[in-house]
């Protein structure tokens, strides 16, 4: 081992993320030269965090990115330094103005070239750019979505005016949610320990919402010895909740007992008025993208005092004379901690990647559809192959 001067061991850029069937399948873009007179165009909407970066470099293969737009719950500023020396990156102060710039790049490039253009998404934030009559018959080809929360956003719009592919409700996306579900009671507790020496052990966790992430998060948090207790909307998801052996109740009748609350639902999960039930020093924490779990702005308008513990954990003194401990300000915690997710960015990344070629190859019909089973299957099947999971059956020799 080698120490410095202080008696310290060297410290050295993180490893890079694993990423090696994205690279296969940009690697095979090049050899089978699918791109042949344009060289498409590509916005990005992304969090800026380490892992992001190998994605990126992996759409260069294919593709000319245009501008990247940084979502700004989710900044790592070395991350942000080394895309800025490369390219045009746009950094909003709120998700609504990234959802305006977003527009106006969009538009401005669809105005000024003819090179088809391909929208990577992550939140929905191009849904207007979907249903605007200024796109028909024009050169976005389509839009790629990531997420839950965005596939929802699209799904509500009227008219979709290009192809959006989602991977969203994809058997691959369920499995990144088992991680996100793991980061998020990761960050809580880091951030339990951080500011008040705390443990989860022993304390109510109140969890609303029981997608897939939230019954990854329920899960750790009952091994991590928390007493958890769970409210969804869905009777389905409920039941659900009974059956892997949670107490299940009312919002109402949960509420008053919790130590902690942890939105997981991706809507608004608690509004001001939940305030009332209550106890003091209520701890709320949020799993969801954005800020959709708890009405904030209705919460710091019954405050008289607001406070931080430290960066991260502030705590907001009521005119009822109670206090609420808020994590991040209502974003999602797991982003503190760059929600590292591990081998399945790999397939996640794949993915979007791929959906943005099949967009290229201009067979997809205006609308929102889900990532093809077979491409599915196909990312997955060379995954195997390429990390030595299952023997070889010859598909990376055949294609």
């Given amino acids: 081992m080698r120490l410095n001067e202080k008696n310290k061991v060297q410290l050295r850029d993180k490893e890079p993320v694993d990423l090696k069937t994205l690279q296969w399948f940009a690697n095979q873009v090049e050899k089978l030269s699918i791109i042949k007179d344009k060289k498409t165009s590509v916005m990005v ?7 992001t970066q ?8 294919r593709s000319t990115i245009q501008h990247i737009f940084a979502i700004p719950y989710s900044i790592e500023t070395p991350t942000l330094k080394k895309l800025q020396e490369k390219h045009s990156v746009i950094t909003p102060n709120s998700t609504t103005e990234l959802e305006e710039l977003l527009e106006e790049k969009c538009f401005q490039f669809l105005e000024h070239s003819s090179d088809p253009l391909i929208i990577q998404d992550i939140g929905g934030y191009a849904h207007r750019i979907a249903s605007s009559n200024r796109v028909k018959d024009s050169n976005l080809l389509g839009i790629v979505e990531d997420t839950s929360q965005g596939h929802w956003r699209y799904e509500r719009c009227a008219n979709l005016h290009v192809p959006v592919i989602s991977i969203a ?16 009671v990761y960050s809580l507790e880091n951030l339990l320990r951080s500011a008040f020496h705390e443990p989860l052990s022993g304390k109510h966790v109140v969890v609303l919402g029981y997608g897939r992430i939230g019954r990854a998060a329920a899960l750790m948090l009952r091994g991590r010895a928390a007493i958890v207790s769970v409210y969804d909307v869905s009777p389905l998801a409920r039941a659900h909740a009974r059956l892997d052996g949670f107490k299940v109740d009312l919002k109402a009748n949960l509420l008053p007992e919790a130590d902690i609350v942890l939105g997981v639902s991706g809507h608004r999960s608690f509004d001001s008025e939940d305030i009332s039930l209550i106890k003091h020093r209520t701890v709320l924490a949020s799993g969801s993208s954005k800020s959709v779990e708890f009405d904030v702005p209705g919460i710091i308008k019954m ?4 406070y931080g513990i430290n960066e991260y954990v502030e705590c907001i003194e009521l005119l009822n004379g109670k206090s ?41 019909s205006p609308g929102l ?17 390429i990390h030595g999971y299952m023997p070889g059956d010859g598909l990376l020799e055949r294609i």
């Fill in 369 to 385: 559809q889900n990532i093809p089973l077979n491409l599915e299957e196909e990312i997955v099947a060379t995954w195997e192959q």
């Fill in 303 to 306: 405050s008289r005092d607001i």
């Fill in 45 to 51: 909407v992304t969090h800026l965090l380490g892992t």
């Fill in 54 to 61: 190998g994605f990126l470099n992996e759409i260069e293969k």
């Fill in 324 to 364: 609420v401990v808020l994590l991040y300000r209502g974003q999602p915690i797991n982003f503190i901690h760059g929600s590292s997710l591990g081998g399945i960015l790999d397939l996640v990344f794949t993915a979007l990647f791929e959906c943005g070629r099949v967009l290229e190859d201009g067979t997809m």
């Fill in 169 to 184: 409700y994809s058997r691959l996306k369920n499995l990144e949610n088992t991680r996100i579900g793991q980061a998020v």
